[in-house]
């Protein structure tokens, strides 16, 4: 039977946010190159597309901004390198990749393990436990103070700006006083203790960013972009993971006896429910694609998480399965603008679902006390209790 009911796809609207997948399938099928008038934004919804527009950063610009709200015809010259566009993006890429390492990285596991342990040990069996306030969120922001060579004593009150830093308000949304406030303090925060490290520098993360080309006010953004970046997508990740997984107890259960299948199941995860599903852009120049032109100077959104569940590209994609062969997936982004906390988001998730499995095999998530979060650029479980 033909549906009728008219297209209409909003990312801020909380319906289409709890249940987006059958609007992003009909865009794919219907209006690849999507456009919403009254919101003044096109979407592109399947996979080659939204790859192909991730990897052209000469049409699709991210010096506008990235975020629905926030695209504009201005250039908003940060030095956030995820807001910039080569040959400016190159050069902060560069000069982060020599400080953010792979050694750097994985010097965390044995770190990640202990604070995994020591917060899934507060769950006891049969009680509930808030899996993203007491587990997903925690993990990442006690590990970013860690890799910010945040002092000891400064670790908790830091974490709990962090945190500050993504409350959202009702009806005002997650740019609100009360998170700008909390940006506000971090932002002093890093550059008082990168002065510090510029005086007395050491083997830490910041050490090494006064040490580079950057100016102070790079290092900072950069700071800023890590404890922004990686820390909610994470939590969210590990929500899904504990929704997903209650879902599919038959491969929870597999994934208990082998633990060897939890890098793929992460995988599979990023595909099926991408904590980051839309990329904003704006357009260069004008593109025509499926005989759509999108005129210079439009936002672009492009839909990752649709991109996931593409058929064209993966065979049953709404079927969720830890043993799926994945060969790419555009979750963490493509191109220049790759996430560059792949590999501590890899690592922090293997290890978290490790832990979790380790510490209680099964799970009950209760619906009807968790609370989703809605927010323009990332998609999960503010709370979600379990049993
Ligand atoms: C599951 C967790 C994560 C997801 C789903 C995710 C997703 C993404 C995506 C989709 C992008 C590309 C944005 C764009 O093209 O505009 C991105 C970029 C980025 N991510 Fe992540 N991310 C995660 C974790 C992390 C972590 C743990 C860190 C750092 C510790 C991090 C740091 C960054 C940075 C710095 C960029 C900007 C890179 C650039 O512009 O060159 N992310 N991430």
């Given at each position: 039977m033909p549906t009728t009911t008219p297209l209409a796809y909003d990312p801020m609207d909380v319906a289409i946010d709890v249940a987006p997948y059958e609007t992003w399938r009909r865009m794919r099928d219907e209006a690849p190159v999507y456009h919403h008038e009254r919101l003044g934004f096109y979407a592109l919804s399947r996979y080659a597309d939204v790859s192909a527009a991730l990897r052209d950063t000469a049409t699709y610009s991210s010096a506008h901004g990235n975020v629905l709200e926030f695209l504009s015809e201005r250039e908003l010259e940060s030095g956030m390198m995820i807001l910039t566009d080569p040959p400016a993006h190159t050069r902060l890429r560069s000069q982060v990749a020599r400080v953010f390492t792979v050694r750097r990285i994985s010097a965390l596991e044995p770190e990640i393990r202990r604070i995994c342990d020591e917060l899934l040990e507060r769950w006891t069996p049969g009680e509930n436990f808030d899996?993203?306030?007491?587990f997903g969120a925690l993990l990442p922001a006690i590990v970013m103070t860690s890799l910010l060579g945040v002092p000891d004593e400064d670790r908790e009150p830091v974490r709990r700006t962090i945190d500050t830093m993504f409350h959202v308000l009702p009806d005002v949304g997650m740019f609100n006083d009360v998170s700008g406030a909390a940006m506000g303090e971090l932002e002093r925060y890093l550059d008082d203790l990168l002065t510090r490290r510029a005086a007395d520098p050491g083997d830490d993360l910041l050490s090494g960013l006064v040490q580079s080309e950057l100016s102070r006010r790079e290092c900072v953004e950069f700071a800023m972009l890590l404890a922004t970046a990686g820390t909610e997508t994470v939590g969210r990740l590990l929500g899904w993971a504990t929704v997903v997984l209650d879902q599919h107890p038959d491969q929870r259960a597999a994934l208990a006896a082998d633990p060897a299948l939890i890098p793929g199941a992460v995988e599979e995860l990023l595909r099926f429910e991408g904590p980051s599903p839309v990329q904003g852009r704006w357009t260069t120049r004008p593109v025509t694609l499926h005989g759509v032109t999108i005129p210079a100077g439009s936002k672009v959104l492009l839909l990752t998480s649709s991109a996931g569940r593409d058929e064209r590209k993966y065979a049953d994609p709404d079927r969720f399965d830890v043993r799926r062969d994945i060969d790419h997936h555009v979750s963490f982004g493509y191109g220049v603008h790759f996430c560059l906390g792949a590999a501590l988001a890899r690592l922090e998730s293997r290890i978290g679902l490790e832990s979790m499995l380790a510490h209680h095999p099964t799970w009950v998530v209760d619906h009807e006390r968790s609370v989703r979060a809605h927010t323009s650029t990332v998609r999960g479980w503010e709370h979600l209790f379990v049993r």
């Open positions: 899996l993203v306030q007491d």
